[in-house]
């Protein structure tokens, strides 16, 4: 009776450290996962503040080359203006 109190003693510790290792897995395995989860945010964080940047380069460019075709559009009718009070 002894025996198989000390084989079913031994046999719940096998199951408890069975299940605290499985446990032990689960944690580490949602530690990494979260950790992989972290990483794909600052990874799509980044690319997200770069595409703003590049958007907010490309309409200060725009800006520049609409000012620099007004200013064209407006010399070059002045020299018309000019050409047709001297013609």
Known sequence: MKKMMFCQSY?????????QMFQKKIVFGLKNHQQLILKQLQLTTQCITKVKR????????????????????SRHAKLEKEKRTIG
């Not at 046999?11 to 299940?19: E, G, V």
């Open 54 to 73: 590049h958007e907010e380069r490309s309409a200060k460019a725009f800006s520049i080359l609409e000012v620099m075709h007004n200013d064209k559009k």
């Open 11 to 19: 046999k719940m510790d096998i199951q408890m450290i069975t299940i």
